[in-house]
């Protein structure tokens, strides 16, 4: 009974003390969160506020800053030359006002309060308004002042403390000077480039209507849009490839800006004329907004602009090849339209085949076949598919064209090789439920010095029934019906070439004699 009393002490004991130190953990987790809002800079909800004052009067850099790069230096930040900047929420998204009107980086702002808001000073070091001198406070290096909920209030930030990484710092709520980390004069510490938007254009491709891009003085590709998706208007009515005019679209509107250039002299005017520029991009929406875009070239770089009297944007120098676009490019490039698997029987060459079972054979063995693709005969005497002919098949399903031509705009002499008999003959029949109609193809190979020919790259001339283009394909697409050269044997690649099978007997017992065969 005495056993049991003394458990039950210490039961209850053991309770209390956990409960004392479950209560320890909470009064100290409290009185920490107390301690970091009393040594809060100042209280702000950034999605409150609606206006910003910012001013910065920026340091001389030191020998680790990096000069040569914009992006080091904050882009036309000078030391000692005040950064003076007012941002205004318009509609849900910032807006610089001053010393310019332009977009404003949603992100940099958000950043900066964010900042502001989580700083914690160390200490406070001066009570009165008369020592802010001392601390640079009276002409502060930084200060923002910001509304929200219709209250204004002001961050100051001074010289660095002289011993510590440590800097001064005030707001206008009370005359106390604080000191803590010198993270918030280094996070202050920004240009007007910091806070724009660097996006080039902003592009919604669920309103626009058209979209249309001319490369230097070439004709104008226009695009419009209907319900399934895109189509090319003109130079002509043509089957469009709309994953490349979406990559154009995309390409323009994530294109980063790297330098603004808010008053361009007279020759980065002159380079965006219509004769010297490098390209041209407008776009409509269906409500009737429509947006020019010019790109050119100058000094080495790559530049964009919407007016090019008051204002042009460096892009990245690679941007040029994204920009420059030829209408093959934009065209459905696929040299046909069908399913390989639709196939029944296929002539090439003057040989034909048939699609049996998951294969192509030759028609007399394919006969050698029931309905279902299955062998009737013996085993052993099974013919062997010809599996060229298959991979004919599926690289004429996913062929490409390089670039195709009317057979209307060829002249006389590149008619000429339409007439002449062809490399290749290619005669394809379906089944029925596909509703494609036989096709023939006929493939020449261009010479280099030919009309049609180009002296940089081997092409091969497609034309089937059906179509009044002619594709020009690359010679790897025939690959299949190159004949395959057996290897040749090569005494110096270490591979012996024996002439006489008996003489190679002979010189394998010789290498066994002496040790030196494997």
């Known amino acids: 009974m005495k056993n049991l ?283 009737g907004a429509k947006t020019e875009l010019f790109f050119t070239e100058h000094n080495g770089h790559t530049l964009a602009s919407f007016d090019p009297t008051s204002r042009a944007l460096r892009l990245p120098d690679e941007f040029k090849t994204k920009i420059v676009r030829k209408l093959i490019d934009f065209r459905d490039r696929r040299v046909f339209a069908f399913d390989s698997n639709t196939l029944t029987t296929a002539e090439v060459d003057g040989n034909s085949y048939k699609f049996v079972g998951e294969d192509w054979y030759a028609s007399a063995d394919a006969d050698k076949f029931d309905a279902a693709g299955k062998f009737t005969g013996n085993a052993e005497e099974k013919p062997s598919p010809q599996h060229a002919i298959r991979s004919l098949m599926v690289d004429l399903e996913f062929a490409r064209a390089d670039d195709i031509v009317a057979i209307d705009a060829l002249g006389t002499q590149e008619k000429k090789l339409l007439e002449s008999p062809p490399k290749h003959r290619i005669k394809l029949a379906f089944n029925a439920q596909s509703g494609t109609p036989e096709t023939t193809i006929d493939a020449w190979t261009v010479e280099a010095d030919s009309p049609l020919g180009n002296p940089q790259v081997a092409r091969v001339v497609l034309r089937h029934s059906g179509r009044a283009e002619i594709f020009f394909v690359k010679p790897s697409l025939f690959e299949a019906l190159s004949p395959q050269k057996a290897p040749t044997p090569n005494a110096e690649a270490g591979v012996p070439m024996i002439d006489d099978p008996a003489a190679g007997m002979e010189e394998a017992a010789d290498l066994e004699a002496s040790g030196l065969s494997n």
């Open 5 to 287: 009393k003394i458990a039950g002490i210490l039961a209850v004991v053991l309770l209390g003390l956990g409960l004392l130190a479950t209560w320890d953990q909470w009064q100290t987790k409290k009185d920490e969160e107390k301690k970091a809002e009393e040594t809060k800079l100042v209280d702000v909800t950034p999605d409150a506020v609606t206006e910003i004052a910012f001013r910065n009067i920026p340091d001389a850099p030191d020998a680790t800053d990096d000069t040569s790069n914009p992006a080091s230096t904050g882009s036309a930040a000078t030391p000692g030359v005040p950064v003076e900047i007012t941002m205004k929420k318009v509609d849900g998204s910032w807006r610089i006002t001053t010393p310019i009107d332009a977009r404003a980086d949603d992100k940099a702002i958000e950043n900066l309060l964010t900042t502001i808001r989580d700083y914690k000073f160390e200490r406070a070091v001066a009570e009165s308004k008369g020592s802010w001198d001392q601390y640079g406070l009276n002409s502060p290096r930084r200060s923002v002042r910001f509304t929200a909920n219709g209250v204004t209030r002001s961050v100051f930030v001074g010289v660095n403390a002289p011993v510590g990484y440590n800097v001064y710092s005030a707001t206008d709520a009370s005359e106390k000077v604080f000191v803590g980390s010198q993270y918030l004069a280094v996070a202050l510490a920004k240009s007007l480039h910091e806070f724009r938007d660097k996006t080039l254009a902003t592009i919604d491709e669920a309103t626009l209507k058209t979209f249309s891009y001319q490369l230097r003085t070439d004709p104008v590709i226009n695009f419009e849009k209907g319900e399934k998706g895109f189509r090319l208007a003109a130079p002509a009515a043509m089957a469009v490839d709309p994953i490349e005019v979406r990559n154009l679209i995309d390409d323009v509107a994530r294109a980063q800006v790297q330098e603004f250039m808010d008053a361009p002299d007279a020759a980065v005017a002159k380079a965006f004329a219509p004769d010297a520029r490098l390209a041209h991009v407008t776009w409509s929406t269906e409500a």
